[in-house]
């Protein structure tokens, strides 16, 4: 099974800030990587796919990076709505999910 | 827009079958590929399996033995049966459309989960 590495397990910002957060895969997955959102009590939310494609509706200040092992999320400027935890998840080799970064205000 | 809806009972007894239900709304369960993913509590998200509209079915290796994922075209549902559970199944349940037909990709939309806690 592949498994998935983010850090941190929490970032602490102020808005305004940019935000970096990475995650490593345990073998090389491609760009088989995707990006989700998460705020309490709702559904997870696609951000990224193939580890660079916005999803349709996503602000343009989210971007993804990285190929193989190692990706990052950066939120270019932190908005109010963006302190959420964010997951990433490969589907290079069935269907794994890291564990997640804590976006919170600092 | 696509939604989906999670419901079943949020109690189940050790050894009992957990059952969960998936209302998809706002478009056709069919031409489409949809999973069940858990999270238990600290833990990171689990893929559990997927059903085709066809009723085809796959699922992770170590929870085969146990899982059943079906789909009811009529009712726009799918269906998650898990038997003999323990505490280690508790989890929040989350149905999402995905993979697709393509083959591996990712999950979208997702439903908002529903907690099951196994206790006696």
């Known amino acids: 099974e592949i498994v998935m590495t983010q850090s941190p397990a929490t970032l602490s910002v102020s808005p305004g800030e940019r935000a970096t957060l990475s995650c490593r895969a345990s073998?090389?997955?491609?760009?088989?990587l995707a990006w989700y959102q998460q705020k309490p009590g709702q559904a997870p939310r696609l951000l990224i796919y193939d580890a660079s494609i916005r999803a349709t509706g996503i602000p343009a200040r989210f971007s993804g990076s990285g190929s193989g092992t190692d990706f990052t999320l950066t939120i270019s400027s932190l908005q109010s709505e963006d302190f959420a935890v964010y997951y990433c998840?490969?589907?290079?080799?069935?269907?794994?999910f890291g564990q997640g970064t804590k976006v919170e205000i600092k | 827009q696509v939604q989906l809806q999670e419901s079943g009972p949020r109690l189940v007894k050790p050894s009992e079958t957990l059952s969960l239900t998936c209302t998809v709304s706002g478009g056709s369960i069919s031409n489409d590929y949809w999973s069940w993913i858990r999270q238990p509590p600290g833990k990171a998200l689990e893929w559990i399996g997927y059903v085709y509209e066809s009723g085809s079915a796959n699922y992770k290796p170590s929870l085969q033995s146990r899982v059943t994922i079906s789909v009811d075209r009529s009712k726009n549902q799918l269906s998650l049966e898990l038997n003999s559970v323990t505490a280690a199944d508790t989890a929040v349940y989350y149905c999402?459309?995905?993979?697709?037909?393509?083959?591996?990709?990712?999950?979208?939309?997702w439903g908002q989960g529903t907690l099951v806690t196994v206790f006696s």
């Open positions: 073998q090389s997955i491609s760009s088989n």
């Open positions: 999402a459309r995905g993979p697709n037909s393509s083959g591996y990709t990712w999950f979208d939309p």
């Open positions: 998840q490969q589907y290079y080799n069935w269907w794994t």
